[in-house]
């Protein structure tokens, strides 16, 4: 019997020692989180240096550092979209020490093009905390053009005619599915890749519209080269209020772009609140934040909690998803 004794007394202080491991895992759990960060984060970025979604990524990243006294490293894994980032990371580890920025017509719009087979779902989404100025949708200053419904109706009329650059895969490209299945537009949809190449094929000649982010038309808007005929936005922005939104005239024409923090499947939920906190603090509060944003990228600050976050990202998902059947 002493022995048995000895043995249970054993037993019970390695209990007490290794709590995780004898039904105090969830006190380890609390003590992570309570202590976290307590080592640099890796941003995973999956759009390329120089964007707007590393633009928003990167501002973040350096703010963040002062609220979670780590450092926040971005670092670009980019290809197909964002999808090779997502596909990686997704599964990663859960510690909350590698996180993932991206926007959301690429992860929600990967799905609904079959670029990708999953979207936010397989992640544990952190925040929405910021808000596209809107991809304009742009004509040179000598085209007849001077309406989106202009454009719109001269499609009907010449069918296939004028050219519409988009990045296959892209939200542009959605909008323009959306323009021809709900508004009844005939564009000739030409790949012409990127924001930067769809800017020079406009100047240049070889499409006769497109959609570009205002930070990229802006100088060209401004100085009289080209045209806004409305943004791709659901609703106009603050910052922008002189630019209608495309929706005004045709209800279902509209892609947000939001920049979305992710974290890998199973992440504990008090890290994922404890970061979005800090990212509430720095949209809200950081007068830096504000100033850049609105600088850089006519953004206004813009961040929702985690179950908004949830809800906007279905929302849209929702929405790009009633068109799968004609994007794929």
């Not at 759009?47 to 963040?64: C, I, K, P, Q, S």
């Not at 929706?247 to 890998?264: C, G, H, Q, R, W």
Request: a negative charge; glycine letters at 10%.
């Amino acid at each position: 019997m002493k022995m048995k004794k000895w043995l249970s007394m054993i037993a019970l202080g390695t209990c007490m020692a290794f709590a995780a491991g004898c039904g105090g895992g969830d006190d380890g759990a609390k003590k992570d989180a309570s202590t976290y960060p307590d080592k640099p984060i890796n941003l995973i970025v999956t759009h390329g240096a120089g964007g707007d979604t590393d633009y928003n990524a990167r501002l973040l990243a350096r703010l963040l550092e002062k609220e979670l006294g780590q450092s926040v490293v971005p670092n670009n894994v980019t290809g197909a979209n964002g999808s090779i980032a997502l596909e990686q990371n997704k599964d990663g580890d859960k510690d909350g020490y590698t996180i993932i920025a991206t926007n959301s017509a690429a992860l929600l719009g990967n799905k609904a093009t079959g670029l990708s087979d999953f979207s936010f779902e397989a992640f544990e989404p952190v925040a929405l905390y910021g808000k596209q100025a809107g991809e304009n949708i742009v004509v040179r200053a000598d085209s007849p053009y001077k309406s989106l419904e202009e454009l719109v109706n001269a499609s009907k009329a010449a069918p296939g005619t004028i050219k519409y650059g988009v990045s296959m895969g892209g939200g542009v490209y959605i909008a323009s599915v959306i323009m021809d299945k709900e508004v009844g537009a005939k564009f000739n949809v030409v790949d012409t890749g990127d924001a930067s190449n769809r800017l020079t094929a406009l100047l240049g000649g070889h499409v006769d519209a497109t959609s570009i982010p205002y930070s990229a038309a802006k100088e060209y808007i401004e100085s009289g080269q080209l045209r806004s005929l409305g943004t791709l936005l659901s609703e106009r922005s603050k910052l922008l209020p002189d630019i209608p939104s495309a929706s005004e005239t045709y209800k279902n024409l509209s892609v947000d772009t939001f920049y979305v923090i992710l974290a890998p499947k199973g992440t504990d939920p008090a890290i994922v609140a404890k970061l979005n906190a800090a990212i509430q603090k720095v949209v809200k509060e950081n007068p830096e934040y504000k100033t850049e944003v609105e600088k850089m990228n006519f953004q206004a600050p813009w961040v929702l909690g985690v179950d908004e976050t949830k809800a906007e990202l279905q929302k849209q998902l929702d929405h790009f998803m009633a068109f799968e059947q004609y994007l794929k």
